[in-house]
């Protein structure tokens, strides 16, 4: 088990253009407050530290959009952000910002003292700008094909459909997106951080030192940078949103956000030192601290490569020990997309199912990315809470302490002579903490989930076998042993589940009456305590820790889902370009008239046909129209359509057909009749 020390944890700053998603929570946040948690109930010194992340080009890029200033965009999703974690149950020590004055002076010092050390290599480069806009273009102002994979949708920083990252110049046919003008090249002036000079520190610190005990996919991603080769990489940009860079001549210049943002977590942890009266530095730079970075693998290079060169060229700082990125997390088959409003949001989830934080904490958890790309749906997630927290974390506790207030008036009876089941239940029990603490330690907290629920489970199977509610009749002295032993595991449940279920935790804790104890039992103390709940203890009643997902609630997400999609379809629907112009002498040899379908059949051996008999005003006769997939014959008789009586006759397969329905097609590929469907408007009508 985790022996005591100080770790600085760190949880990859959230980007304030938008609210927390979860895949944010499944990826990042959840594991690291377990971890965070863990550590704290095992007695170590922690420092959980995190913080929005404000600055860079898409945020400028959705204040233009939505009409109102950077500060602006910023205010709202920091304030949306930091509640939607608090509400949640994330334990951070602080949660800061660096847009705050503390971080814009620590990032300021952290460029100078490498600018002065002469770490930077200072270049004249050639950098894509709007003639239009009559401005350099930040990576994110630029769109175009990317050179790796052909996606015609990249970024001038990375292409998010092969993950590649790239400079602008890179692009084939950019674009700006602030004007959509083709940018030319102009020369301008900045500094790079040469990262092919500290090659031989990443093997060695990496490479070699980390191949054992670091997760494969980092470890596997941060080999391929290395071995492909390292190059400078720019710490400054031409920008007018971020932290001005402090040197002489780098007017209308701001650091550039990747550069700003991980030295967040520095200025965050100074924040927090200042606010409890602590020194900030022994959690950065004593070699004893353990830091430990929980990231999305979007930010492995970042966090593995750029940071830990950043650090080591400035001198002082201690390096992570480990950084678990996760994979990522789909949404109903389709990759999350905060763009494109496909994603479970976090604010959202609160408000639609109150007071079940831990729902989504486990589901997220059992369900987590953490060795591979995993899928979240709505079933899966009702699945979770119905068949496990429901069925058998709930289920326990609850016949527990029903059956304690039924019998012994909610006061933990004294137990009599152990059998060897008792026996064998307790040691059991007492092998759960180490277990749990080894899945955390090793970064498996999925595994870890499951272990806790195998405490529930144990609870169940004991109860189950031994029958207490049935021995009650025969053998009171044996149902107090049985009893006792039942609200062990507990009273073990309501600490193990901590870092897990911290509301459901202490909901538990309330009904097992812990604060009347002098102090709460801790992680270790399970083990090694012989009573956790002693005899004469009182409990209060009970109160259901989980309560069963109704399909209704599961459909209403669906529902929910599927209306974005449909959204997003049309928003992307392609126009028909307009056509070559008509003269009205072409429109008048057009004869549109109300028609009324008399008749309708399917088409022999043809999918998409259906055989028309339409009352046109003139005559009665046949058209072949292509709407068999939306329509069935049946539906349609009676129905008054618009027809196009005067288009030449055409046969299609064996049958003339004598004119043409006109319709329209909606942005979801339903077809519609251009219907007159009014009183009054009769067979023969002229439209003009």
Same mark, same amino acid.
């Given at each position: 088990m985790?022996?005591t020390?100080?770790?600085?944890?760190?949880?990859?700053?959230?980007?304030? &253009?938008?609210?927390?998603?979860?895949?944010?929570?499944?990826?990042?946040?959840?594991?690291?407050?377990?971890?965070s948690?863990?550590?704290?109930?095992?007695?170590?010194?922690?420092?959980?530290?995190?913080?929005?992340?404000?600055?860079?080009?898409?945020?400028?890029?959705?204040?233009?959009?939505?009409?109102v200033?950077?500060?602006?965009?910023? !205010?709202?999703y920091?304030?949306?952000?930091?509640?939607?974690?608090?509400?949640?149950?994330?334990?951070?020590?602080?949660?800061?910002?660096?847009?705050a004055?503390?971080?814009?002076e620590?990032?300021?010092e952290?460029?100078?003292?490498?600018? !002065?050390?002469?770490?930077?290599i200072?270049?004249?480069?050639?950098?894509?700008?709007?003639?239009?806009?009559?401005?350099?273009?930040?990576?994110?102002?630029v769109?175009?094909?990317?050179?790796?994979?052909?996606?015609?949708?990249?970024?001038?920083?990375?292409?998010e459909?092969?993950?590649?990252?790239?400079?602008?110049?890179?692009?084939?046919?950019?674009?700006?997106?602030?004007?959509?003008a083709?940018?030319?090249q102009?020369?301008t002036?900045?500094?790079?951080?040469p990262? !092919?000079?500290?090659?031989?520190?990443?093997?060695?610190?990496?490479?070699?030192?980390?191949?054992?005990?670091?997760?494969? &996919?980092?470890?596997?991603?941060?080999k391929?940078?290395?071995?492909?080769?390292?190059?400078?990489?720019?710490? /400054?940009r031409?920008?007018?949103?971020?932290?001005?860079?402090?040197?002489?001549?780098?007017?209308?210049?701001?650091l550039?956000?990747w550069?700003d943002?991980?030295?967040?977590?520095?200025?965050? /942890?100074?924040?927090?030192?200042a606010?409890?009266?602590?020194?900030?530095?022994?959690?950065?730079?004593d070699?004893n601290?353990?830091?430990v970075?929980?990231?999305?693998?979007? &930010?492995?290079?970042?966090?593995?490569?750029i940071?830990?060169?950043?650090?080591?060229?400035?001198g002082?700082y201690?390096?992570?020990?480990?950084?678990?990125?996760?994979?990522?997390l789909?949404?109903?088959?389709n990759?999350?997309?905060?763009?494109?409003?496909?994603?479970?949001?976090?604010?959202?989830y609160?408000?639609?199912?109150?007071?079940?934080?831990? @729902?989504?904490r486990?589901?997220? /958890?059992?369900n987590?990315?953490?060795?591979?790309?995993?899928?979240? /749906?709505?079933?899966?997630?009702?699945?979770?809470?119905?068949?496990?927290?429901?069925a058998?974390?709930?289920?326990?506790?609850n016949?527990?302490?029903?059956?304690t207030?039924?019998?012994?008036?909610g006061v933990?009876?004294?137990?009599?002579?152990?059998?060897e089941?008792?026996?064998q239940?307790?040691?059991?029990?007492?092998?759960?903490?180490?277990?749990?603490?080894?899945?955390?330690?090793?970064?498996?907290?999925r595994?870890?989930s499951?272990?806790l629920?195998?405490v529930?489970?144990? +609870?169940?199977?004991y109860?189950a076998?031994?029958?207490?509610?049935?021995?009650?009749?025969?053998?009171?002295?044996?149902t107090?042993?049985?009893?006792?032993?039942?609200?062990?595991?507990?009273?073990?449940?309501?600490?193990?589940?901590?870092p897990?279920?911290?509301f459901?935790?202490?909901?538990?804790?309330?009904?097992?009456?812990?604060?009347?104890?002098?102090?709460?039992? %801790?992680?270790?103390e399970?083990?090694?305590?012989? @009573?956790?709940l002693?005899?004469?203890h009182?409990?209060?009643?009970?109160?259901?820790?989980?309560?069963?997902?109704?399909?209704i609630?599961?459909?209403?997400?669906?529902?929910?889902?599927?209306a974005?999609?449909?959204?997003?379809?049309?928003?992307?629907?392609?126009?028909?370009?307009q056509?070559? %112009?008509?003269?009205?002498?072409?429109?008048t040899?057009?004869?549109?008239?109300?028609?009324?379908?008399?008749?309708?059949?399917?088409?022999?051996?043809?999918?998409?046909?259906?055989?028309?008999?339409?009352?046109?005003?003139i005559?009665?006769?046949t058209?072949?129209? +292509?709407?068999?997939?939306?329509?069935?014959p049946?539906?349609?008789?009676?129905k008054?359509?618009?027809?196009?009586?005067?288009?030449?006759?055409?046969?299609?397969?064996?049958?003339?057909?004598?004119?043409?329905?006109?319709?329209?097609?909606?942005?979801?590929?339903k077809?519609?009749?251009?219907?007159?469907d009014?009183?009054?408007? &009769?067979?023969?009508?002229?439209?003009?």
């Amino acid at each position: 088990m985790s022996t005591t020390g100080r770790y600085t944890i760190t949880a990859a700053l959230p980007y304030t &253009n938008g609210p927390i998603h979860i895949g944010h929570l499944a990826g990042v946040y959840i594991p690291a407050d377990i971890y965070s948690r863990f550590l704290r109930m095992t007695g170590n010194d922690v420092a959980f530290i995190c913080g929005s992340d404000e600055h860079g080009a898409a945020i400028p890029m959705r204040a233009k959009k939505e009409g109102v200033s950077p500060q602006v965009i910023i !205010d709202k999703y920091h304030t949306i952000i930091k509640k939607s974690f608090n509400d949640f149950g994330i334990s951070f020590d602080n949660y800061s910002r660096t847009s705050a004055p503390i971080h814009h002076e620590t990032a300021s010092e952290f460029f100078k003292k490498l600018y !002065d050390d002469g770490k930077f290599i200072e270049e004249t480069s050639e950098q894509l700008y709007d003639p239009e806009a009559e401005q350099f273009l930040a990576d994110r102002f630029v769109v175009g094909t990317c050179p790796k994979c052909g996606h015609e949708e990249a970024y001038g920083d990375q292409c998010e459909k092969c993950g590649s990252s790239l400079n602008a110049t890179d692009l084939i046919n950019p674009k700006s997106t602030i004007s959509g003008a083709e940018p030319i090249q102009k020369q301008t002036k900045h500094w790079f951080l040469p990262l !092919d000079q500290y090659e031989g520190f990443l093997r060695e610190w990496v490479l070699d030192g980390h191949k054992k005990d670091w997760k494969t &996919n980092v470890y596997g991603q941060i080999k391929s940078w290395v071995d492909d080769g390292l190059r400078p990489r720019a710490v /400054t940009r031409d920008l007018d949103w971020g932290i001005p860079v402090p040197v002489a001549g780098a007017e209308g210049k701001v650091l550039y956000v990747w550069f700003d943002a991980p030295i967040g977590y520095i200025s965050s /942890t100074k924040e927090w030192a200042a606010r409890e009266g602590k020194d900030w530095e022994p959690y950065w730079k004593d070699k004893n601290t353990k830091l430990v970075h929980f990231i999305g693998k979007d &930010n492995i290079v970042f966090h593995c490569i750029i940071f830990p060169s950043m650090l080591k060229a400035e001198g002082s700082y201690i390096l992570p020990e480990n950084v678990p990125a996760n994979e990522f997390l789909n949404l109903e088959g389709n990759k999350l997309s905060t763009s494109k409003n496909w994603a479970v949001w976090l604010h959202e989830y609160l408000e639609e199912f109150p007071d079940q934080q831990d @729902v989504l904490r486990y589901a997220l /958890t059992a369900n987590a990315p953490e060795t591979k790309d995993n899928d979240f /749906t709505w079933k899966d997630f009702q699945a979770r809470n119905n068949n496990e927290l429901v069925a058998i974390f709930g289920n326990f506790i609850n016949r527990v302490v029903v059956l304690t207030n039924k019998y012994y008036d909610g006061v933990v009876p004294l137990p009599g002579v152990f059998s060897e089941v008792d026996e064998q239940t307790l040691a059991e029990l007492k092998a759960y903490p180490a277990v749990i603490s080894s899945s955390i330690e090793r970064y498996r907290f999925r595994e870890a989930s499951q272990e806790l629920l195998n405490v529930a489970r144990l +609870g169940n199977k004991y109860l189950a076998d031994e029958e207490p509610w049935k021995l009650i009749k025969t053998d009171e002295e044996r149902t107090k042993t049985i009893m006792y032993v039942a609200l062990q595991i507990a009273s073990a449940l309501a600490t193990l589940s901590e870092p897990f279920l911290p509301f459901t935790s202490k909901k538990l804790k309330s009904i097992l009456n812990f604060s009347k104890f002098d102090q709460e039992s %801790t992680w270790n103390e399970i083990a090694t305590k012989e @009573v956790l709940l002693p005899a004469g203890h009182q409990i209060e009643k009970g109160q259901l820790l989980f309560s069963k997902i109704e399909d209704i609630e599961i459909q209403r997400q669906l529902d929910k889902l599927e209306a974005t999609k449909k959204a997003n379809e049309a928003e992307n629907k392609v126009i028909e370009p307009q056509k070559d %112009t008509a003269t009205f002498d072409d429109f008048t040899k057009l004869d549109i008239r109300v028609g009324t379908i008399i008749e309708a059949e399917k088409m022999p051996k043809a999918k998409k046909l259906l055989v028309l008999k339409v009352d046109t005003g003139i005559n009665t006769r046949t058209i072949v129209s +292509g709407i068999a997939e939306h329509f069935s014959p049946e539906e349609i008789v009676g129905k008054k359509v618009t027809v196009l009586v005067n288009l030449a006759p055409r046969a299609l397969r064996g049958v003339e057909s004598e004119g043409m329905i006109l319709m329209t097609e909606t942005p979801d590929g339903k077809l519609v009749f251009l219907n007159p469907d009014e009183d009054g408007v &009769n067979p023969g009508t002229v439209i003009s």
